[in-house]
């Protein structure tokens, strides 16, 4: 009997105590989760493919120095040296296709690429009397370079370029009111460095510098009887550009 109404004491203040728990006792506290910040990832192999694009720049740098040598017969018999300078400088127009690798943070691929404009430079001097004058003028340019680069910054790549130019340039020789030109071709080393910005993700604009130097390359006018005037074009030059690239 006794052990009976122990059991029935002890149920019933289970029971009230637990009641007044849920009646107003201890309620635990609500704590809110941090939220989690999500973080777009960069996405994969964004520079990688076929692209294109255009440019508009300028070409300075240059320094040609006018030296003339008459030749008769084979055999030089008088030179002039000193005449001024006809380095070339002026803007430029250019287009180029190429195709890029990614690994990483490393993009890296060929691209070829021509020039046109409106580049070239004139001097007048006077050699035995005569009045004359020399012009240089650039054609075009054609360069194939390897370009590699390194993304520091999403949608942001710092490169530089080495491979071979191929210039074509034209001389023309004044004299008395008559003009002789002669057109040859170069092919020599370029190399530079530029910075690309990703706008969207087909779209592109650069900014580049690129040196080029063609060497030095002989020039022979004829001057009638077999006899030639003769002279020695250096064409070293400096190329300055921006323009916009556009992914395939």
């Not at 973080?39 to 493919?49: E, K, L, Q």
């Amino acid at each position: 009997m006794r052990i009976s109404v122990f059991l029935s004491v002890c149920s019933s203040a289970l029971a009230l105590g637990a009641g007044a728990a849920l009646a107003g006792g201890v309620i635990a506290p609500i704590v809110e989760a941090a939220p989690i910040e999500v973080v777009s990832a960069p996405v994969a192999g964004a520079w990688a493919g076929t692209y294109a694009g255009g440019s508009l720049g300028y070409i300075t740098g240059t320094d040609d120095e006018v030296g003339l040598a008459l030749i008769e017969g084979g055999v030089q018999t008088d030179r002039e040296t000193d005449l001024g300078d006809v380095g070339i400088s002026g803007v430029t127009a250019g287009a180029h296709i190429g195709y890029r690798w990614q690994r990483d943070r490393w993009v890296f691929g060929p691209e070829l690429g021509v020039e046109f404009g409106s580049v070239d430079e004139s001097v007048d001097f006077t050699v035995g009397g005569v009045d004359a004058g020399i012009d240089s003028e650039l054609n075009n340019i054609v360069t194939l370079v390897m370009k590699t680069g390194y993304e520091v910054a999403p949608a942001t790549l710092v490169y530089g370029t080495f491979g071979v130019a191929r210039g074509d340039f034209d001389y023309t020789l004044r004299s008395g009111g008559d003009s002789l030109t002669e057109g040859f071709s170069a092919t020599g080393v370029a190399a530079g460095l530029g910075v690309e910005r990703m706008i969207n993700p087909r779209t592109s604009v650069f900014a580049e510098y690129q040196y080029r130097d063609f060497g030095n390359e002989t020039v022979n006018f004829d001057a009638g009887g077999g006899d030639l005037v003769s002279t020695r074009a250096s064409m070293s030059m400096s190329s300055i550009k921006i323009g916009a690239n556009f992914k395939f």
